[in-house]
Each structure stands twice: as structure tokens, then as C-alpha cells.
């Protein structure tokens, strides 16, 4: 059974970094072949599309992410990266990984990532 696992979390202060992992497993289809995203939800709030990385390299970023965040992949190792610089408290949430294509979507359980001194 596919899956995805997140890791990296946990409690930094603001102006800190964190690096989140995201490691798929349990699916004989090629990891390359999936878009893969960061999505984000604080307490009260919608969950949100942070960072999103395509098949063929390009990437997406939300406003609140871009020039501090930065998304990658290995496609052989079956992981994506969310580098996050710069924090501040709002963006304390659980960040989520997610996988779309080919008819699937696929989620992780998700991480806390809280930013505060």
C-alpha cells in the first residue's frame, strides 16, 4: 500500500530553518511520474497549498512562501523537500505532503512544524 511520510518538524525560533522530508513508499510506479506539494493547515484554517513540484522540475510557490521556501525532489531516493528559511510564527501549522497523478491523490499524515521563541 503506497504511502507518504513526512519528517523534519518541530519547534524553531522565528528566523530559523527547518527542512521537511517527505519519503514515498509501497508503490512499484515510478515516484517521477507524480507532481508532488506541500500543503499547510494552522489551527482555524483551510489547508493550503505551500509548494508544489512537477514532473518535469518547474515549481509553484504560494506568496507567503516564495524567495524563503524552497521545494525539491529525488526521484530516486522517492523524496520531496520542503526547505523553509526565514520562519516566522505564521507559519506554524501542520505541513502535509501530498502526491498527484495518474488518477491518484495521496496524502501524508502530517507534521508540526511551530515557529516560536
Known amino acids: 500500500q503506497a504511502q507518504l511520510v513526512e519528517s523534519g518538524g518541530g519547534l524553531v525560533q522565528p528566523g530559523g530553518s527547518l527542512r521537511l522530508s517527505c519519503t514515498a513508499s509501497?508503490?512499484?510506479?515510478?515516484?517521477?511520474?507524480?507532481?508532488m506539494a506541500w500543503y499547510r493547515q494552522a489551527p482555524g484554517k483551510q489547508r493550503e497549498l505551500v509548494a508544489a513540484i512537477l514532473t518535469n522540475g518547474s515549481t509553484r510557490y504560494a506568496d507567503s512562501a516564495t524567495g524563503r521556501f524552497t521545494i525539491s525532489r529525488d526521484n530516486a531516493k522517492k523524496m520531496v523537500y520542503l526547505q523553509m528559511n526565514s520562519l516566522k510564527p505564521e507559519d506554524t501549522a501542520v505541513y502535509y505532503c501530498r502526491r498527484t497523478g495518474f488518477q491518484s491523490d495521496l496524502w501524508g499524515q502530517g507534521i508540526q512544524v511551530t515557529v516560536s521563541s
Open positions: 509501497g508503490d512499484r510506479n515510478m515516484f517521477n511520474i507524480f507532481t
